[in-house]
């Protein structure tokens, strides 16, 4: 049985262990929503949890609503710059930092329109680093309550928390705030390295709550 997920922007811990211990269909048919994953992730800077939010061409007026695969980037404002500075001073004492910057970097140096392929570029990019082979199955419509598949695209809404119990690893500033769980996967590559995917296959995903 398949299960169904959002691509999300450099997807949480929750969201890409789900992934490496299934077999995944992207949920690409669906309308956008704020307040999700879909444009923004969390990192562990020096003040502790940070939200990376990625600015969209917002659509108003008699149009409504809009789809996710159609939603375009705002980038009239350097965020690509901005995010990979903020990864950089978050991450450039992790232990694999420099190991892993030349696979991430590209995509904040490269050219993207729309938000959904943006996102599904970005797991790509993890995907390489882990070495696990990218889930490919797409929707092809969109169903509420849609039969035959796991669903798991809650995973999307930033504002649930997750009944999640993680396994601990050493963060950078782990000193000052204590661990931090359900962060960007990036915080578990750049602080775990090659002892990521192993990490990702053995944590539990039958959150309580979802």
């Known amino acids: 049985m398949k299960t169904l997920l959002h691509p999300t922007y450099f997807p949480d811990i929750a969201a890409f262990a789900t992934m490496v211990q299934n077999d995944i269909q992207w949920e690409v048919e669906d309308n ?3 307040q ?3 444009n923004r992730c969390y990192v562990c800077t020096d ?3 940070h939200m990376l939010s990625i600015p969209i061409q917002h ?3 008699e149009q409504g609503r809009q789809k996710y695969k159609e939603v375009l980037l705002d980038n009239s404002y350097p965020w690509q710059r901005q995010h990979w500075r903020t990864l950089q001073t978050a991450y450039r004492t992790s ?3 420099e190991f892993y910057e030349d696979d991430i970097a590209p995509l904040y140096e490269g050219s993207f329109e729309r938000l959904l392929d943006f996102n599904l570029s970005t797991i790509q990019a993890i995907c390489d680093c882990l070495q696990v082979e990218m889930p490919e199955a797409k929707t092809e419509t969109y169903r509420t309550e849609p039969d ?3 669903d798991l695209r809650i995973l999307v809404d930033a504002k649930k928390k997750l009944d999640m119990r993680q396994e601990e690893y050493v ?3 782990g000193d000052r705030h204590g ?3 359900n962060v960007s996967v990036l915080d578990l590559l750049f602080n775990e390295g090659t002892n990521a995917l192993k990490y990702l296959q053995n944590q539990d995903t039958n959150f309580g709550n979802v």
């Open 179 to 181: 661990f931090v769980q």
């Open 59 to 61: 659509v108003g007026g």
């Open 148 to 150: 035959g598949v796991n």
């Open 32 to 34: 956008y929503q704020k």
């Open 47 to 49: 003040q502790g949890r």
């Open 95 to 97: 232990p694999f930092f």
């Open 36 to 38: 999700t994953y879909r």
């Open 171 to 173: 963060q950078v500033f």
